[in-house]
């Protein structure tokens, strides 16, 4: 139970808020990238005299400016609520530990807004964007952290070699804005190759469909591990027949397209 007069926070309402914060710019990036693709507002633009390059920078730059800069609003009017409301020597927080907090949200914003971006710029429909790009990132990062689970309590000796405290956040904090940049080149420069002709595929790069068909054979059968019968064997058989399964389709459907469009 919660003492008066003592500050209480939640574990679940705290794991909530950080799903949030972190599903906004990834939802803001699709959405806006997605909606100009299903509202052929990419058509009108191709059509214009602007080049595809110049309306990616703007529509990625004007989304990210307003992104940062509520991001950045927010936790000014977080860190004032904090001072305006705590006593001093409750708070524990210095000004390098907020100039940290701010890059490091920051980056993690402008990595999340990128994917969102990326994504939304390669699907031709919504369907395609949130089942196979937030589904399928969702299984990436369920991937991800078993597999440091994993390797964090059988290889403990290679974790700690890992730097800690402020190391470990210059590091993320790089490793996050590295990836962003990364991102947005290689966004750009994919969507500077769509073909509008692929708009009743799942893809508007069908060449992509190849990427996404190891990445989901790697992750799919990793992430479920031996969910049948506790059989890692059986498991990850049957979860590799399954993301086969569902690559037959796929080339089953983009084949029926192709005929649908001779004729």
Same mark, same amino acid.
């Given at each position: 139970?919660p ?5 209480y926070?939640?574990?679940?309402? #705290? ?9 906004i710019p $990834?939802? $803001?990036g699709?959405?806006?990238? @997605?909606? &100009?693709?299903a509202s052929?507002?990419? /058509? ?7 080049k ?9 730059w004007? *989304?990210?400016?307003?992104l940062?800069g509520t991001?950045?609003? #927010?936790i000014?009017?977080?860190?004032l609520g904090?001072?305006?409301? /705590?006593?001093?020597?409750?708070v524990?927080i210095s @000004?390098?530990n907020i100039l *940290? ?7 993690? &914003?402008?990595f999340?807004?990128t994917v969102?971006?990326?994504?939304? =710029?390669?699907f031709?429909t ?6 196979? @790009?937030?589904?399928g #990132?969702?299984? #990436?990062?369920?991937?991800i952290?078993?597999?440091? /689970?994993y ?6 000796s290679y974790?700690? $070699?890992?730097p800690?405290?402020d ?9 996050a $804005?590295?990836?962003?940049v990364a991102?947005?080149?290689?966004t ?5 190759r769509? =073909?509008?002709?692929?708009?009743? &595929?799942?893809?508007l790069?069908?060449?992509l469909r190849?990427v996404?068909? /190891?990445?989901t %054979? ?7 591990? &031996?969910?049948?019968l506790?059989?890692?064997?059986? =498991?990850?058989?049957?979860?590799i027949?399954g993301?086969?399964?569902l690559?037959?389709w ?5 084949r029926?397209?192709?005929? %649908?469009?001779?004729?």
């Amino acid at each position: 139970m919660p003492q008066r007069d003592k500050l209480y926070s939640s574990l679940v309402v #705290g794991q909530i808020i950080t799903i949030i914060h972190y599903a906004i710019p $990834l939802l $803001l990036g699709l959405a806006m990238a @997605g909606m &100009d693709q299903a509202s052929s507002f990419n /058509v009108a633009m191709f059509k214009s005299r602007f080049k595809r390059r110049q309306f990616f920078a703007a529509r990625y730059w004007y *989304g990210l400016t307003c992104l940062l800069g509520t991001t950045t609003l #927010g936790i000014g009017i977080l860190l004032l609520g904090i001072f305006a409301g /705590v006593p001093t020597e409750y708070v524990g927080i210095s @000004g390098l530990n907020i100039l *940290g907090l701010l890059m490091m949200n920051l980056a993690i &914003d402008s990595f999340l807004f990128t994917v969102g971006i990326g994504v939304g =710029s390669i699907f031709s429909t919504l369907f395609g964007m949130f089942v196979f @790009g937030l589904f399928g #990132g969702w299984l #990436g990062a369920s991937a991800i952290q078993r597999f440091m /689970v994993y390797n964090a309590v059988n290889h403990r000796s290679y974790w700690s $070699l890992l730097p800690r405290g402020d190391q470990l956040f210059l590091l993320l904090f790089i490793l996050a $804005l590295t990836i962003s940049v990364a991102g947005y080149w290689l966004t750009r420069w994919l969507f500077d190759r769509i =073909s509008l002709e692929n708009e009743g &595929d799942i893809l508007l790069l069908p060449k992509l469909r190849w990427v996404i068909f /190891v990445y989901t %054979l790697i992750v799919v059968p990793y992430n479920f591990g &031996d969910w049948l019968l506790q059989n890692e064997l059986l =498991s990850y058989s049957v979860s590799i027949i399954g993301v086969l399964a569902l690559g037959l389709w796929w080339l089953h459907r983009e084949r029926v397209q192709e005929r %649908l469009m001779v004729r």
